[in-house]
């Protein structure tokens, strides 16, 4: 039975999805690495030569002590970063920790991956994150503090403190990312990640987030060292980490980032969101004291977190399957882990052996402060690929662990993860030193949304890129092209969606229109300059001028495309059409959009005035507010003659309703005067005038060298000879009327008297007058009598152009059928000109489509500066969000280098009278506490040595034989110390779980090593017993 999650059945107030990922660990350098190196088996920890430390400035002492082992987790290019891309001075870079700077560039790719761009999301972005100390500070920064003064200035401390100050973290990458949701800085140890993602669900679920981002970082610098091991502690003695073996013996603690974003799940469905998986619940809390130390693991207190965590999911423990565990590989804490896990759930089931667990410590070693997110980051993966990687470095189960009898089996290979219909769901652990534990619940996507299929209104669209530099577009370019070639099974509309409303525009642009996944990666390829078109655009706000074409544009079929795909074209073209039927007794459609057997009839009857003048009103208008909805503000317009009552009604001169009668009864008007002609005529006016008789006016000046005289046909015809004999080639335009002329004045009263019965109100947006070539002022907009002579008046249409080419950059946007005022404007264009010109609608004459013809234009709006508006396009559309890759940063070194402790001393000496110092001298002791029991002073030499080692780890005068350990203030963490001391003294093994469980007095621990010592001095011969001894006795 198939029982995968249904979205329209079940009920996802409670859950959070997570909705996009980013991390760098040891070996890998994104999330898709990552994955891939927990499928291999790869155990990406670093195991250095002699020479490495060497050259990294470990002393020759330290490599030869047996107790030193090299090895790391090794985060590579920690000292590199896009100072440029942040906005952050070379210098501020410098004195920025590392772990900083490559955090703002993780959740920078995790909100990519996610497909948001901050600086546009309306909502609220919360980021919730921890961060490791910074061992930048106090080896690299600190010890170049003598060297180097002005870093002493009050100025540059405060700098320095930002920088590397854990409480900085997340503000100051809300700052340079405008997340301005709750800005939270997470310290629990080991559990911050995870705790961060428990804070990121809860701030979602309680509404003070609409997106929550979770992580942490934890880098140790320098990163080429090695560490001490002691026996007993929590580090490994051969730099491999073995969580539940019988060999473990401690962790490997590595650098390493991660983040993911979460979104309430409902919305996240919504919104169409890439699902990677989800939350079901989450909890956390803390050990409290019933425990043997601070520093040690409670079964009690983890135990009642995964509990709590299950119950807030609302899900069987028999329905999870796999657990990613806290998984460390010490002997204290596995033990401990997999008890807790056994009661958590042996609440609800007594099956055995169901349950897979593994540790990504055993691949990455312990990441401090992003272990808990590399392990969630790990468990998503394997959900969404459906597979476990294998915990690696499992033999055999550690003898404290009773796995037969519990719900879990370390999984050892990479295997399918099969559950027969049930949803796939995880557990993912993390606790901190001190005790705050975090578990979290998570559950597959939802079925559905991975097999949904985007719709997409047309068939071609527009692939928008950006970068900060030229290189940068590039490798934007060519890391598209090589995910597209990896993933054929990809959406193109999804991918372009994705790239126009996800991510943030640079200056340096790119943009093609295509149909396909093919066809983008033909064009990417070849970067064909016919179709992939490249800008620089600094951000500014350049004006936007709409010119709205005259008469004789008009033709059959005009934006049908539009029509057909574009609901907000279509609409306005259905609600004008409607508003003309009663006025022109048809239905406008008919004729702009005629059937295949109507088009030759509909074509003759849209030359025709009464007709034509309305139908280009509806065209442009409905272009215009398209235009306006996906973002295109008009700063100016100019309309030639009708197409000014375009301009107006845009601007709230007309009401719609009034500018479609006006438009109506002036086409019906002109077209019942006697017919006329007009001429184009290669002239500027001062020279065509002293041709015009009484008969003839200049109709239109449409740039500095050129008119159009209108009039009786005789004497057009009789002009066009009389000046083709002066060798001036005029051309007859295809018009019913002489427009423009004294031919219009018998109408010209009535018209007048039309316009007074509507309502005119001041323009919001300003336009130019066909009248006076400048700016219409208020009192003529507003009076009837303008637009009566604007009929007749010569349409100076030069002038106006003139006039807007004032502005500087200015975009020219034909809004209309045709290119005829582009044309125009571009004769007005001075060579080195800045300003743009573009058409909205192809001409009758080219074979394009309607659609591609306009999402080029989009595009060249977009390279141009024009922020489009991403939501308002795709407002009708059903696109999905999905991962594509993230912003190609180019990093420089930046990085101080730290003193040598020699050149530090030398430096230091001045200031401060330095002195060697013994390190038990720089310790104060304190007075033994009062305790139940009296002191008993060490009874003999044995005795005596071990109390003088309480003493120093305590930092106690005096230690009684009897004092119990733990009532002298020491905890799990002190006696891995103390088990290191008395290692060291005395060559015998002594296990920590026996000096915590069985040796907890002076006296005891004499009596175990004395029994130790026996046992060892009896396998002797006589001359090693004496040698032994003498050892001991130094």
Known sequence: MNILPDLNSLSRQDEIAIIGMSCRFPGAKDVDSFWQNLQNGVESISFFTDEELAAAGINPTVLNDPSYVKAGCVLKNIELFDAAFFGFTPKEAEITDPQHRLFLECVCQALENAGYNSETYPGQIGLFAGVALSSYLLTNI??????????LKPAETFKIFIGNDKDHLPTQISYKLNLRGPSVNVQTTCSTSLVAVHFACQSLLNGESDIALAGGVSITVPEITGYYYEQ?????????????????GGTVFGSGLGVVVLKRLEDAISDRDYIHAVIKGSAINNDGSLKVGYTAPSVDGQTAVISEAMALAGVNPETISYVETHGTGTCLGDPIEIAALTQAFASSTDKKNFCAIG??????????????????????????????????????????????????????????????GIPRRAGVSSFGIGGTNAHVILEEAPIQLKIQNSKFKSKYLVLCVSAKTENALEQVTANLVNHLKEHPELNLADVAYTLNIGRRTFEHRRMVVCRDVDDALKALITLDPQRVVNYYQKPSNRPVILMFSGQGAQYVNMARELYEVEPIFRQQVDVCADILKPHLGLDLRQLIYPSEQEIATASAQLQQTAIAQPALFVIEYAIAKLWMQWGVRATGMIGHSIGEYAAATLAGVFSLEDALALVTARGEMMQLLPPGSMLAVPLPEKDVQPFLGKELSVAAINSPSTCVVSGRTEAIEALQIYLGSKGIDCRLLHTSHAFHSQMMEPVLASFQERVKKVSLKSPQIPFISNLTGTWIKNDEATNPNYWSQHLRSCVRFSAGISELLKQPEGIFLEVGPGRTLSTLTKQHLAPDTNQLVLTSLRHPQEQQSDITFLLNTLGYLWLSGIEIDWSEFYNYEECYRVPLPTYPFERQRYWIEAKSPTLLTDEINPIFDSKETEIKDLYSQYSRPKLVNSYVAPTNELEQQIAQIWQEVLGIEQVGIYDNFFDLGGDSLIATQLASRLQVNFPVELPLRELLLQALTVAQQAKMIEEFMIEKIAELSEEEAEAFLNKIRG
Not at 142 to 151: G, I, T, W
Not at 236 to 248: L, T, V
Not at 359 to 379: D, P
Not at 384 to 392: C, D, E, F, G, M
């Open 232 to 248: 007993g502690g929590i580090v490994s003695p051969d730099g491999h980490c073995r969580a539940f073996d019988a060999n473990a």
């Open 359 to 420: 540790s990504v410590k055993t691949n990455v070693g312990h990441l401090n402060t992003a272990a808990g997110v590399a392990g969630l980051i790990k468990t998503v993966q394997a959900l969404k690929y459906k597979q476990i990687p294998s915990s690696l470095n499992f033999n055999r189960p550690n003898p404290q662990i009773d796995f037969a009898n519990s719900p879990f089996y370390v999984n050892t290979t990479l295997s399918e993860w099969k559950t027969n």
């Open 142 to 151: 600190f010890s170049n503090f003598y060297a180097h003064r002005d870093l």
